[in-house]
């Protein structure tokens, strides 16, 4: 861990997490443990996070079910009545063992809970370590609208260790994956051509990734923890793809889309309208086409769909006074925040995705 997590919250990686957590529980010596876990990291990842405990503390575990869909306050009122019928009280302890779903509305329910309770995360999947678990965002959806509740609260600690992606699926690393690709956009053209050339890239060569991209993150967030201004740029491909994703959960006929698969198509994109507004360089545009849909294919949609999809990008968090904002590219590592777009160029962007 360097000083720049510590200000935000530790972020530990692999033994040292486990050490750093049981020295924790010694001196922190909540009255209870709560361990969330989703279906699959019950069957996977509890076990082998339950031999790294060395304590005597009380320790419960709750179960939720696993995806995107179940991200919603349903599911929290089923865990808040779980933690008052075991007689959680405001020296407990929550611990988030999970992706994405399991760490934002683990967050979010403890944060609520008796008007807060301490956590920690500990991510299982890629998109989770280096996006959803750092940085201090909680919530839930709100029908199939994303993130739409919740709180900025940081937990006591994140702790990393990527054995548990040993168990994750192609696509569920893939979607990770996406993240990465969005912070090498914002950040860095060498991080980005690092990133993309994964070919030669191994285990270890992830390890160090996953930290980099914590950083990069960590950087943001710290300079604008609430999301006034700099922190808008970890949006990138997201207005669009969020709007995607909502849309794909909502509709049966749709395949659900993973988080990181709808980012990538937004990225995609966005990238085109940072050609057209921003003289993003329309070289890299190509590059970042060709990279992006080598990995993550090719979504279709209709006129129609589009209509509804741009429907949903009234709903982004980074609206305001009835505008849509955008987070575009002047080239890559150079966002700019807060860019209301033409709906004519929107509709460009799409063309644009769907014929190349």
């Known amino acids: 861990m360097n000083d720049l997590q510590a200000s935000l919250n530790p972020v ?4 040292n997490g486990f050490k750093k957590l049981n020295d924790f529980l010694d001196s922190e010596k909540p009255s209870m443990i709560f361990i969330l876990v989703d279906s699959n990291t019950h069957e996977y990842c ?11 503390i009380s320790t419960e575990v709750i179960e939720i079910e696993a995806g995107e869909e179940f991200k919603n306050l349903q599911t929290c009122e089923g865990v808040w009545n779980v933690l008052s019928e075991l007689g959680a009280d405001r020296k407990s302890l929550v611990i988030n063992l999970g992706g994405g779903v399991v760490t934002d509305l683990g967050g979010f329910v403890a944060s609520t809970f008796k008007r807060g309770i301490q956590f920690i995360n500990v991510p299982t999947t890629l998109l989770s370590m280096v996006d959803a678990s750092v940085g201090g965002k909680t919530g839930v959806d709100l029908g199939n609208l994303k993130n739409q509740i919740g709180v900025i609260i940081q937990p006591e600690m994140v702790i990393i260790d990527s054995s548990f992606l040993e168990t994750l699926s192609a696509q569920e690393m893939r979607s990770g994956l996406a993240e990465i690709l969005k912070h090498g956009l914002i950040a860095s053209e060498e991080y980005w051509k690092k990133v993309t050339n994964l070919a030669g890239l191994n285990l ?13 993150k960590a950087t943001i967030v710290k300079q604008d923890p609430f999301e006034k201004n700099q922190r808008k740029t970890l949006n990138y491909g997201h207005t669009i793809g969020h709007a995607i994703e909502s ?13 990181g698969e709808a980012i990538a198509a937004g990225m995609i994109i966005e990238t085109f309208i940072s050609v057209q507004l921003q003289n993003f360089p329309e070289s890299k545009l190509q590059h970042i086409n060709k990279v992006i849909k080598e990995m993550y294919g090719k979504e279709d949609f209709s006129i129609e769909e589009i209509e509804q999809i741009k429907e949903l990008m009234k709903f982004d968090k980074k609206n305001e006074r009835g505008n849509i904002n955008f987070v575009l590219l002047k080239d890559i590592g150079e966002p700019c925040i807060d860019i209301i777009v033409p709906d004519e160029v929107i509709n460009k962007a799409f063309d644009y995705y769907l014929s190349n």
Do not use: G, T
């Open 12 to 15: 530990y990686y692999a033994e």
């Open 46 to 56: 509890l076990s082998k996070f339950l031999q790294k405990l060395s304590n005597d």
């Open 204 to 216: 270890s060569d992830l390890d160090d990734i996953i930290q980099d991209s914590v950083n990069i």
């Open 247 to 259: 849309y794909c959960l909502k509709h049966e006929q749709r395949n659900k889309l993973l988080h």
